[in-house]
């Protein structure tokens, strides 16, 4: 049987990536030198690389850059290990404590992704690792978008902006209002949103997992809005949600800093 045969222009695509991040932008020009294409083409394939959000054109030199999307291409790659040791415990522990499912999800591409979630008999739609969370219509993703780099921020609103199947409504909000309901998710530390899960109101409640300046992951519960108030939940889960993401950053860089040493060789006596 013959082999499936490459597709030419996702090739053509992977190899200006790797040109680019090879260094700190480059022109039209020389990304065609280095892949060894002409100069038409390179320049269809750079724009179609910005039209995804992974590339962009500075004005101020017109050298294409990589964007911090093409970071998303790695995520769940290396790092199931301290998702199934480390949260995975942790949140288990939390779900006996609230009684309510807690999930933990990190950004894949435009939307986060559930990684591992709690059980519960009290969970209105239950959520299997995979499953994908929307950013803007959900607790999860305003706190992400909330607490990630602001270049990466406008970027992921840019292309959900453009996005055709992005059906929640803040898509097509002022980018201004946004930007304002981001900024006092920021500032009071959690993000909190409603929506209708089988004819029942669901509510979720989000913290950030943090290293240091660095967001790893969103912790959340999800509870039944007509079941618990949102001041009761604030009040019950919120201290508890921040002790469990305080829990599993320092957890992350204990973890972190044990593998470097192992990976260190020991010195000759």
């Known amino acids: ?62 050298r294409y850059r990589l964007t911090i999307l093409v970071r998303a291409l790695s995520s769940g790659f290396d790092d199931d290990a301290w998702v199934g040791q480390i949260a995975r415990p942790l949140i288990e522990e939390l779900g006996r404590e ?40 959900t607790a999860t993703g305003r706190v992400y978008l909330s607490y990630c780099p602001a270049a990466q921020r406008e970027t992921l609103i840019d292309i959900l902006a453009r996005s055709a199947k992005e059906e929640d409504r803040l898509a097509r909000a002022a980018r201004a209002d946004l930007q304002r309901m981001l900024a006092e998710v920021k500032a009071q530390g959690y993000a909190a949103a409603s929506r209708t899960r089988r004819l029942v109101e669901e509510t979720g409640l989000s913290v950030p997992v943090m290293l240091g300046e660095r967001i790893l992951a969103c912790l959340t519960v999800r509870y039944a809005a007509s079941a618990v108030p949102l001041k009761t939940a604030l009040e019950r889960f919120l201290p508890r949600l921040k002790q469990c993401a305080a829990k599993i950053s320092a957890a992350f860089v204990q973890q972190q800093a044990e593998a470097q040493q192992k990976s260190v060789p020991e010195r000759a006596a």
């Open 98 to 137: 609230t009684v309510w499912p807690v999930s933990i999800a990190t950004l894949l591409g435009t939307a986060m992704i559930v990684r591992e979630t709690s059980s519960s008999p009290l969970a209105i739609e239950r959520y299997s690792a995979g499953y994908r969370v929307p950013l803007l219509a």
């Open 1 to 62: 049987m013959e082999s499936t045969r490459p597709i030419r222009a996702l090739m053509r695509g992977l190899d200006a990536l790797t040109a680019l991040n090879m260094r700190d932008g480059a022109t039209v020009s020389e990304v065609a030198h280095e892949i060894r294409l002409p100069r038409t083409t390179v320049y269809r394939i750079l724009e179609t690389l910005c039209s995804a959000g992974y590339v962009f054109r500075d004005a101020g030199d017109d």
